[in-house]
């Protein structure tokens, strides 16, 4: 006997889908820890080769080709029809240098998902999470790029009314090489540009595994650090209605 079932299209999932570098080999795993129950994530990577980096130029190379892998990489992951998306690079997201360079990156993935889906990227997600802290302007950044970074994030964020009054590029040699860095090589970056003047500190980079660092790092500067992992998924949760509360990876994904 054949039964055919009518099930019903209604049912309600929170998949996430993700695109990061080939070389990223940190935003998985954090994503993955920081998952509520009844979430999953869907990632697809966009290849690129892990050349050495000794300069700016070395670097816009990099954020050049990385920038061509995203539609690619978009319909992978679309396959598994998620419900929202996250663009797992920080750097991309401000490198044209305004806001709208951001809304054609959502654009960009909208297009290649066929429909209007939730679009989380890192420039959003940060001014976000400034505003649930009440961040009214000065902030610092910690980033493993290039000082061509620089006035990119300055000229985003800065349209959002935040000032970056320090940073610490922290010069990675390879796309694969952030992530190898050592604790201590990211307290010491946090430390090198706190100070009475800074509100908040925000750790820019999706290959900088900074994640449980960065929760600690709140109660010893007292203050607000943004590490763009849990910040990029605290938004993306939110944005698909998902309140979950997250603890271990900052106050962001534990208190709002």
């Known amino acids: 006997e054949i039964v055919d079932c009518d099930w019903s299209?209604?049912?309600?999932?929170?998949?996430?889908?993700?695109?990061?570098?080939?070389?990223?080999t940190v935003?998985?795993?954090?994503?993955?820890?920081?998952?509520?129950p009844g979430v999953t994530n869907h990632l697809a990577r966009m290849v690129i080769a892990d050349n050495p980096v000794t300069s700016d130029a070395d670097f816009e190379r990099q954020l050049e080709?990385?920038?061509r892998s995203l539609e690619d990489a978009v319909a992978r992951v679309m396959d598994a029809k998620p419900n929202a998306f996250i663009l797992g690079i920080s750097a991309l997201s401000v490198?044209?240098?305004?806001?709208?360079?951001?809304?054609?990156?959502?654009?960009?993935?909208?297009?290649?998902?066929?429909?209007?889906?939730?679009?989380?990227?890192?420039?959003?997600?940060?001014?976000a999470g400034l505003k649930a802290h009440?961040?009214?302007?000065?902030?610092?950044?910690?980033?493993?790029?290039?000082?061509?970074?620089?006035?990119?994030?300055?000229?985003?964020?800065?349209?959002?009314g935040y000032e970056v009054v320090r940073y610490c590029h922290m010069r990675g040699k390879s796309p694969a090489s952030y992530s190898v860095?050592?604790?201590?090589d990211m307290i010491k970056a946090a430390?090198?540009?706190?100070?009475p003047d800074v509100e908040a500190i925000v750790a820019f980079g999706a290959n900088l595994p900074f994640a449980k660092l960065a929760d600690e790092a709140e109660r010893w500067l007292d203050k607000p650090v943004l590490q763009i992992n849990a910040t990029t998924y605290w938004h993306a949760l939110r944005s698909n209605g998902i309140a979950d509360k997250v603890y271990g990876y900052g106050s962001l994904l534990a208190r709002f």
């Open 9 to 24: 299209s209604d049912v309600c999932s929170s998949d996430l889908g993700v695109t990061t570098p080939s070389t990223n």
């Open 27 to 36: 935003v998985q795993p954090e994503y993955d820890d920081m998952r509520p």
């Open 65 to 67: 080709a990385i920038d």
């Open 95 to 127: 490198w044209g240098g305004t806001i709208e360079w951001g809304e054609d990156l959502k654009r960009r993935v909208r297009k290649v998902a066929g429909r209007d889906i939730p679009v989380t990227i890192a420039s959003d997600a940060v001014v």
């Open 134 to 160: 009440g961040i009214k302007r000065k902030i610092a950044i910690m980033e493993p790029y290039y000082p061509c970074i620089e006035p990119r994030l300055n000229a985003v964020l800065g349209a959002h």
């Open 181 to 184: 860095l050592t604790a201590q």
């Open 191 to 195: 430390r090198s540009i706190d100070g």
